[in-house]
């Protein structure tokens, strides 16, 4: 039974609930022949395995938008302890892309909680030269940072984490697999934390050039890496895993430019 269908240039969107099996939201494009959908392409909506439940709607602009129930990446008996369970996304503006695709972004009016802007300008990232942390200070933030693989295999930020490195969250991209990954193996020193590393395939035109837009509130990391979405869950136990870093791994990779904006609260 789907959730959503909606009509772009006579081709057909469908979202469908995921399955206990495969923890993942689908996608479903194609059009629509005698009043019957005929599917030509699938996907998943967030490739993190943690945004469940999604429904769509659009708004007074056409856009298409998205919200999620995240779910928890820690224990029933962790969520029983702490009283709570769960969280909305953010809101995603949903499209279409040429080749049978689809583009996630976040929308625009998130900019509107934008303060403390801070910029960071070009410099190279190897894997023995991972670049300057930043303690960030608070728990909800937006960055964006862009990247030019070179000789690099694999880039992406580590966030939250910790001074010495205890606790460490990896969200990259593998350009020799073309996958985003999620690298939990480290990420929190709870025995209830779920700390295994997920990746999926993801299609990207252009392997050498990547773009990390992420948020950052708590214990919710979502990003648009060039258009695909990927979302987790991180509980570090140390109150130091404030910090914010970026890395490469088989070569190096030059950041172009990476910005960071705290967050204010929307109540």
Same mark, same amino acid.
């Given at each position: 039974? =789907?959730?959503? =269908?909606?009509?772009?240039?006579?081709?057909?969107?469908? =979202?469908?609930?995921?399955?206990?099996?495969? /923890?993942?939201?689908?996608?479903?494009?194609?059009?629509? +022949?005698?009043?019957?959908?005929?599917?030509?392409? +699938?996907?998943?909506?967030?490739?993190?395995?943690?945004?469940?439940?999604?429904?769509?709607?659009?708004?007074?602009?056409?856009?298409?938008?998205?919200?999620?129930? $995240?779910?928890?990446?820690?224990? /029933?008996?962790?969520?029983?302890?702490?009283?709570?369970?769960? =969280? $909305?996304?953010?809101?995603?503006?949903?499209?279409?892309?040429?080749?049978?695709?689809?583009? &996630?972004?976040? !929308?625009?009016?998130?900019?509107?909680?934008?303060? @403390?802007?801070?910029?960071?300008?070009?410099?190279?990232?190897?894997?023995?030269?991972?670049?300057?942390?930043?303690?960030?200070?608070? /728990?909800?933030?937006?960055?964006?940072?862009?990247?030019?693989?070179?000789?690099?295999?694999?880039?992406?930020?580590? *966030?939250? +984490?910790?001074?010495?490195?205890?606790?460490?969250? $990896?969200?990259?991209?593998?350009?020799?697999?073309?996958?985003?990954? !999620?690298?939990?193996? @480290?990420? #929190?020193? &709870?025995?209830?934390?779920? @700390? +295994?590393?997920?990746?999926?395939?993801?299609? $990207?035109?252009?392997?050498?050039?990547?773009?990390?837009?992420?948020?950052?509130?708590? &214990? *919710?990391?979502?990003?648009?890496?060039?258009? #695909?979405?990927?979302?987790?869950?991180?509980?570090?136990?140390?109150?130091? #895993? /404030? &910090?914010?870093?970026?890395?490469?791994?088989?070569?190096?990779?030059?950041?172009?430019?990476?910005?960071?904006?705290?967050?204010? #609260?929307?109540?």
């Amino acid at each position: 039974m =789907c959730l959503v =269908c909606l009509l772009w240039a006579e081709k057909a969107f469908y =979202c469908t609930p995921p399955t206990k099996e495969s /923890r993942f939201t689908s996608y479903f494009i194609g059009g629509y +022949r005698q009043s019957e959908f005929e599917p030509e392409a +699938r996907g998943k909506l967030d490739l993190g395995g943690y945004f469940y439940a999604g429904t769509t709607f659009a708004d007074a602009e056409g856009r298409r938008i998205a919200i999620g129930w $995240l779910k928890e990446r820690r224990s /029933r008996e962790a969520s029983v302890k702490v009283g709570w369970c769960g =969280c $909305l996304s953010l809101p995603r503006s949903l499209s279409l892309t040429p080749g049978q695709g689809m583009k &996630s972004e976040p !929308i625009s009016e998130l900019r509107q909680l934008r303060h @403390n802007h801070r910029h960071f300008g070009t410099r190279t990232v190897t894997a023995s030269e991972p670049g300057a942390l930043r303690d960030l200070g608070v /728990r909800a933030m937006e960055i964006v940072a862009e990247f030019e693989l070179g000789t690099a295999l694999e880039v992406g930020l580590r *966030v939250p +984490r910790s001074p010495q490195g205890e606790e460490e969250m $990896l969200i990259g991209y593998n350009a020799l697999a073309n996958e985003l990954y !999620i690298d939990a193996t @480290n990420a #929190s020193m &709870s025995p209830d934390a779920d @700390n +295994r590393r997920s990746a999926d395939a993801i299609r $990207l035109s252009d392997r050498r050039h990547v773009k990390f837009h992420m948020f950052v509130d708590h &214990s *919710v990391i979502e990003a648009c890496v060039n258009g #695909s979405a990927i979302t987790t869950r991180v509980y570090p136990l140390l109150k130091q #895993s /404030r &910090s914010i870093g970026v890395f490469a791994k088989g070569g190096a990779a030059r950041l172009v430019a990476m910005d960071l904006w705290d967050m204010r #609260s929307i109540w």
